[in-house]
């Protein structure tokens, strides 16, 4: 990992977020899985842009947080295609589903995603903040991708 690059891009940064995402928001209560693929290709976008992460907190109503990255260490260009995006997260979830570690499966002509194993948390501040991060917008996976896409993203 380069000390100076955005370790939000890294593989193993990536591989954990996709891993912890799809683990706190792929299941309801009752243990069914509520998380489409493309729905999580957004959640995951919204996750590593400051910018997004703030505008989603405020449409759900979820207040900000001090510890907060800062708009100005991330790119927030979203001139990548969601195509383009949603490949890139369905390789990475391929790859956490041939570990066994999560699950991908068809309902009606959609795929969720589910956590089969949860990943460990150690005690540190980043993977804090990543917890925290994804909590704050749990009320996302209600609303459908479009709506997310629409009054989040802006396209």
């Known amino acids: 990992m380069n000390i100076n690059g ?3 891009e890294e593989y193993h940064t990536t591989l954990y977020r996709t891993w912890m995402l799809i683990d706190k928001l792929g299941k309801n209560k009752k243990g069914d899985p509520i998380l489409s693929l493309d729905k999580a290709s957004i959640l995951d976008l919204i996750i590593k842009n400051p910018s997004l992460l703030k505008k989603a907190r405020n449409y759900i109503g979820t ?3 001090p ?3 800062g708009d100005i260490l991330y790119n927030t260009n979203l001139a990548q295609s969601h195509k383009t ?3 890139s997260f369905l390789t990475t979830a391929l790859l956490l ?3 066994g570690l999560i699950e991908l499966k068809k309902i009606n002509s959609e795929y969720f995603v589910s956590c089969i194993i949860s990943p460990s948390e150690p005690d540190n501040d980043l993977i804090n903040q990543l917890t925290e991060q994804i909590l704050s917008i749990k009320g996302l ?3 459908s991708a479009s ?3 629409n009054n989040i993203l802006g396209e």
């Open 63 to 65: 207040p900000d947080t």
């Open 6 to 8: 955005d370790f939000r």
């Open 97 to 99: 589903s041939e570990m």
């Open 141 to 143: 996976v209600s609303k």
């Open 85 to 87: 995006r949603k490949r």
């Open 67 to 69: 510890n907060e990255i």
């Open 147 to 149: 709506v997310i896409t």
